[in-house]
Nanobody, 118 residues
Framework: QVQLVESGGGLVQAGGSLRLSCAAS????????MGWYRQAPGSQREMVAT???????DYADSVKGRFTISRDNAKNTAYLQMNSLKPEDTAVYYC????????????WGQGTQVTVSS
């Protein structure tokens, strides 16, 4: 089992910044990927950014150049720095952890609300 604890959401004006954190604990696989997904009302959940413990990253086109994902492997914590926020970034942001060590393991955090006002 892996537990994910998210923090850092909130209300910010357009053009502002927020930083999300996701701390993983429990049975952490030696090779894993952590990431952030978001879901706006009436929309499907979509990938925002992911990062492996080796540092390989992937971003949605809509956030490239504005968001940066990083992680501290010693703390099993992933971060999402969000700059130049837009009202369309408003959503619940979910942390996800995936590894394929001795089987497929896929866990989600509880979600944190990000609201960007215009």
């Amino acid at each position: 089992q892996v537990q994910l604890v998210e923090s850092g959401g909130g209300l910010v004006q357009a053009g502002g910044s927020l930083r999300l954190s996701c701390a993983a604990s429990g049975s952490i696989g030696s090779i894993n990927r952590m990431g952030w997904y978001r879901q706006a009302p009436g929309s499907q959940r979509e990938m925002v950014a992911t990062i492996t413990n080796g540092g390989n990253t992937d971003y949605a086109d809509s956030v490239k150049g504005r968001f940066t994902i990083s992680r501290d492997n010693a703390k099993n914590t992933a971060y999402l720095q969000m700059n130049s926020l837009k009202p369309e970034d408003t959503a619940v942001y979910y942390c996800r952890y995936v590894d394929r060590v001795l089987g497929w393991h896929d866990y989600w955090g509880q979600g944190t609300q990000v609201t960007v006002s215009s």
